[in-house]
C-alpha cells in the first residue's frame, strides 16, 4: 500500500514544496512514507502521529490517541490495515477534513465537510 501513499504526495506536491502531513498508525508502512518523504521532499514536515498504542514518540513527534485527531489540521495517512474499518467514522466524529486510506490494491482520497463526504479519487493499482 506505500505505492498509493507516494502517489497521492507525488501528484500534490514537488520536492520543492514544504508540506505538514500527518500519519495514523506506527506500522511499517509508516516507517517507509515517512523515510521516502523525507529522502524526497526535505520540506515536508511530519506534524502529528496518531496511534492507541504505547509509543511515546515516532521520529520525533509525540504520538496521541484518536483523540488527537481533533486537532489535526493536515492530510492524515492512514498506514495501520486496523484502523481502514474505523477511520472514516473517526474522522468525521473529529472533524477531520483530508485523509487517505489504503483498501486492497486501492486507495480511497477524501474531503470532507460538514455536511458531505466528497471522494476525490480512488484509483486502483
Known amino acids: 500500500s506505500v505505492w498509493a501513499f507516494q502517489r ?5 506536491w514537488s520536492q520543492e514544496d514544504s508540506f505538514e502531513y500527518a500519519l495514523w498508525g506506527i506500522t511499517q508502512v509508516a516507517e517507509v512514507i515517512y523515510e521516502w518523504i523525507t529522502s524526497n521532499y526535505p520540506k515536508a514536515i511530519l506534524s502529528a502521529v496518531i496511534d492507541n498504542g504505547n509509543k511515546e514518540i515516532f521520529k520525533g513527534v509525540s504520538v496521541k490517541k484518536q483523540e488527537g485527531l481533533k486537532d489535526v ?8 490495515g486496523s484502523a481502514n474499518p ?4 473517526v474522522f468525521k466524529q473529529y472533524g477531520v477534513s483530508r485523509y487517505v486510506i489504503c483498501y486492497n490494491g486501492i486507495y480511497i482520497v477524501v474531503a470532507q465537510t460538514a455536511n458531505e463526504i466528497k471522494v476525490e479519487k480512488i484509483v486502483k493499482r
Open 8 to 12: 497521492y504526495i507525488s501528484e500534490r
Open 73 to 80: 489540521k493536515v492530510p492524515v495517512f492512514v498506514t495501520a
Open 86 to 89: 474505523v477511520a472514516e467514522k
